[in-house]
């Protein structure tokens, strides 16, 4: 299974504050103006804004299959004026791919990621191959994993200019000892576990259920009204920050086509992942 992710965020409607991120994160707003240095970790961003708005929110989409949606998402994204954070898989970024991933792609490669990131949209890590880590822990051992962690960190740098913060792992499969040894490496690894704080912890949408020709996961009555009602839940919960994943896939554009806007009338906007999760755990 391939896969690139979008990782999208919202912020509270308050038109006194924009937030417009550029390749080495712009933030603006009507009171003052400050470029954040490259070389700066997530985590000391400033919270100071972020914390002002009451419902951040954020939505982090992972592309898989055919990937003939990503022009269209890209167009979605620009229309709604949403800067997303893309999970990139290494070997697609490799200058050698092209041919390879055309057939598995459709087309989207290296040229796609250079787009994202000229728009001003976030690239982080999802590995180089895509390897679920307890077969490759098993087959090569758990140095194999971490040098394909920093193989695809290295390809992505080049594009992005700067080494990824964020590890989403394939499939969420981690286990404790993996982790610390990826955390020790400078990452912050993504997870569904509940070991980790509601608002830090992904949320599946579960929209991979609705390819193909089997269905019958597929939520019901729409992945529309499933991923509403998970945030409704988690909000009567005293829960108003998440992150939804989402694979890059057609119906997925169309799903968020409908979600986005619908956020936007409740109140939210959105932010990049980096600044979703400062804020995020500068609150827990």
Request: aromatic share 10%; net charge positive.
């Amino acid at each position: 299974m391939g896969s690139y992710v979008a990782a999208y965020d919202a912020l509270p409607a308050d038109d006194r504050f924009r937030r417009i991120v550029l390749p080495h994160q712009l933030y603006v707003n009507s009171r003052k103006r400050r470029r954040a240095s490259s070389r700066r970790s997530w985590r000391q961003a400033d919270r100071t804004d972020l914390r002002r708005w009451p419902k951040p929110y954020v939505l982090m989409g992972t592309r898989s299959g055919k990937g003939v949606a990503s022009q269209s998402l890209l167009a979605l994204l620009d229309e709604q004026e949403v800067k997303a954070t893309f999970f990139v898989m290494g070997w697609r970024l490799s200058k050698n791919a092209d041919e390879e991933c055309r057939q598995v792609d459709g087309g989207v490669c290296r040229v796609a990621a250079e787009e994202e990131h000229r728009r001003g949209h976030e690239i982080e890590n999802h590995t180089y191959g895509h390897g679920d880590f307890r077969l490759m822990t098993k087959r090569y051992g758990e140095e194999w994993v971490l040098n394909d962690i920093e193989r695809a960190s290295r390809i992505i740098q080049e594009i992005a200019g700067d080494k990824p913060t964020f590890l989403r792992p394939p499939d969420w499969t981690i286990w404790p000892e993996l982790e610390k040894k990826i955390e020790a490496r400078g990452y912050h690894v993504m997870t569904r576990s509940a070991a980790v704080p509601p608002a830090l912890r992904d949320v599946d949408s579960e929209d991979y259920f609705c390819a193909g020709r089997d269905l019958a996961k597929c939520p019901k009555p729409s992945d529309y009204d499933y991923v509403l009602r998970r945030i409704e839940q988690r909000e009567r919960q005293g829960v108003d920050q998440h992150i939804l994943v989402f694979h890059e896939l057609p119906q997925t554009v169309e799903l968020l086509a409908r979600l986005i806007p619908e956020l936007k009338k409740r109140g939210y906007r959105f932010v990049t992942l980096r600044a979703y999760m400062a804020a995020a755990e500068g609150q827990q």
